[in-house]
């Protein structure tokens, strides 16, 4: 099975996603990295309505989120999942926090997979180690390489 990503658009916000084959092979150098077996994954932009349900459906949390991951694979087979993204909290976020937008939707996509690889968000430690990893993979991919 060759390894997939897709990219959906439901949300009815309009958004400028540029260069996705650049971004899908960095995700795929991601995955290598951190010694992941990638089956394939949909990314999937929705609003914050959508998102909301299915977290109040599928999680039993009433609350808005930027990112819901639903992985469908066993450990240690590659990987295979839908992850959600909000637009709405993707816009929000990189306004209250001063960020461009371009720059908070990677990290949330790089949280996304980085979730698949086993990272969590849980506990405070935990969530230093992720965003440790999101500030790493958003310098290699944002910062040119030398050739």
């Known amino acids: 099975m060759q390894a997939l ?7 009815k916000k309009p958004f400028y ?3 996705r084959k650049p971004l899908k092979k960095f995700l795929f150098f991601l ?11 949909n990314y999937i932009f929705c609003s914050d309505s959508y998102l909301l349900k299915l977290n ?16 469908f694979f066993d450990i240690g087979l ?5 992850i959600y993204i909000s ?25 996304g997979a980085l979730h698949l690889c086993g990272y969590d968000d849980k ?3 935990d969530k230093i180690r992720i965003q440790k990893k999101e500030d790493f993979y958003l310098r290699k991919y944002f910062v040119p390489r030398e050739t």
């Open 87 to 111: 637009i709405d909290r993707i816009i929000d976020n990189s306004k209250s926090l001063g960020i461009a937008f371009k720059m908070e939707l990677h990290r949330v996509i790089f949280h």
């Open 78 to 82: 590659p990987i295979i999942s839908d």
């Open 56 to 71: 109040q459906e599928y999680l039993s949390h009433n609350s808005l989120t930027d990112i819901i991951t639903f992985p």
């Open 31 to 41: 995955f290598k990295n951190e010694k992941c077996s990638l089956g394939a994954i």
């Open 123 to 125: 506990s405070e430690s």
């Open 5 to 11: 990503i897709r990219f959906h658009y439901m949300s």
């Open 17 to 19: 996603f540029p260069q």
